[in-house]
């Protein structure tokens, strides 16, 4: 700490790049603070520093099994961030002063870089603002930060005295609890659970918090009703949805497209207080929606679309400018080719005609390649084991194919499946033309087709939740809607440059689990090359990266039998 202080004194007042002369490590009492990486002028990206505890105090029980530790480092990592809104005074200087951060997390619980917790140890990385006057070292502000409220966080949020153990364990609690009860959906026969007294509608399209004013709590209708029994909350019930193929039907307004939201995020723990803490979906469920102008390498998507005017197969289909209905075909094909047992899909962001085809068009137009999905559904769970769950409001033939129909009326669900059954019988439809729904043939994509070149430098990094940089292009993930944070998406590009980076070929499904697998075994912090430390990572589903990879407009791909 003196050195630090000594340090400061003489760099005062010179030129910004002084400040390279603090990168180091320093003791202070309680932890030592780490100094990685100095940013270049107070305009640049922060500089990254990280706090290390000399001891962990915290109960042992708290951090005992994987689970519970990334859930502890969820809950110190927004003990930090509250830490730092709270006692961090913010801007003094130009550029980005004073300011102090650490990864801000969202309202669902990852494995993040931001936090470790180890047994003898808590480590927290974080970025800081050095101040500066002008473009010259202003070393009384930066004791301020370095050496008067960094260790006042530190005090707020690592180190048991500043920490409420009993929220800890609430939070650590919940989440655990969740994981249980998402590892039991399959055994249960179930695709997704929604615990009553749920709060499922959000403040805004904007945000992911939960809607405090006017919000109706869920109930289960009596028929959907399941008991399960939880490692801490004990016995809770709730809304199981079964496998095969469920209507979600209603008017609009009513909570239907609502519901399927908070389903599509049921992939993912949420923090105590969110609402949906425990409404869970399989782990491998994939929100389908159309995409018009997003590219297509090579992907089999003659399951819905069979062979176009000309006679060019549709095997291994490539466009540069998907239609709608190409577009959900391929989001079809590539959720299986990675791996799903659920698809949940809304008809507001789906393309009509691939949706669904009347009686009439189909008398009328007889050299139709677009195999609507309605006739696609139960074949799909019963070649492939796949269920669906789809929202509907205006096209009555679907309850020709649902096993069961979930009816919003006012923000309540209702079984509606006899209801339906009633409805068919008085208004009967010709029947479907179900479709044989054969897997898609494997792709092998070539990391030669991905150029991380731009200039003399390489990059694959992550601007914001919804964008990839990959040399001199940029990968718009903005309809995958799953992604949480952009920590993430961070993580994907450094797992798609690795890729590049190999000069091989491999199918996206391998290319996905093996990054994610070399995760497990040697943490998130080995994932790409960084300089400094790797504190804004989050870790993404095998279904994100897939979907990553697959936007990539320069990629090239061919099927492997």
Known sequence: MKRLRATLDRIDRKGY???????????????????????????????????????????????????????????????????????????????????????????????????????????????????????????????????????????????PVGVDEEAARWHIETVEDAEHLRGMLSELGLVAFVADGAILPRESGASDRPLRDGAVPFESPEELRVSVDLPNQGRVTGMGIPEGVTLIAGGGFHGKSTLLEALSWGVYDHLPGDGRELVVAREDAVKIRAEDGRSVAGVDISGSIGELPGGKSTENFSTPNASGSTSQAANIAEALEIGTSLLLVDEDTSATNFMIRDERMRELVKMEPISPFIDLVRPLHRASGVSTIVVVGGVGDYLDVADRVILMENYEPHDATERAREVRERFPTPATSEKEMPPPRKRRVRASSIDLRRGKRETARGRGLHTIELGRERVDLAYVEQLAESGQTEAIARIIGEFAGSRGDGEVKRIATAALASISKNGLDSLGNFRGHPGEMSLPRPQEIAAAINRIRSLKASATG
């Not at 969820?74 to 809104?85: G, H, I, K, Q």
């Not at 500066?132 to 966080?153: F, H, N, Q, S, Y």
């Open 17 to 159: 790049g002084a400040y390279k002369d603090l990168q180091g490590s320093y003791d202070f009492d309680e932890f030592s603070l780490t100094i990685d990486k100095v940013q270049r002028d107070p305009f640049a990206p922060p500089s990254l520093i990280r706090i290390r505890t000399k001891d962990n105090r915290f109960d042992p029980a708290l951090f005992g099994n994987p689970a519970r530790r990334m859930a502890f480092e969820d809950f110190l990592t927004r003990c930090v961030d509250r830490a730092v809104r709270r006692v961090v005074r913010g801007n003094r200087g130009s550029g980005g002063s004073g300011q102090v951060e650490i990864q801000r997390p969202t309202q669902v619980v990852l494995p993040r870089t931001s936090m470790v917790a180890e047994d003898d140890h808590i480590e927290a990385r974080m970025a800081v603002g050095l101040p500066a006057r002008g473009r010259t070292v202003d070393a009384r502000a930066a004791k301020t930060v370095l050496l008067d409220e960094l260790p006042k966080v530190v005090g707020a949020a690592l180190v």
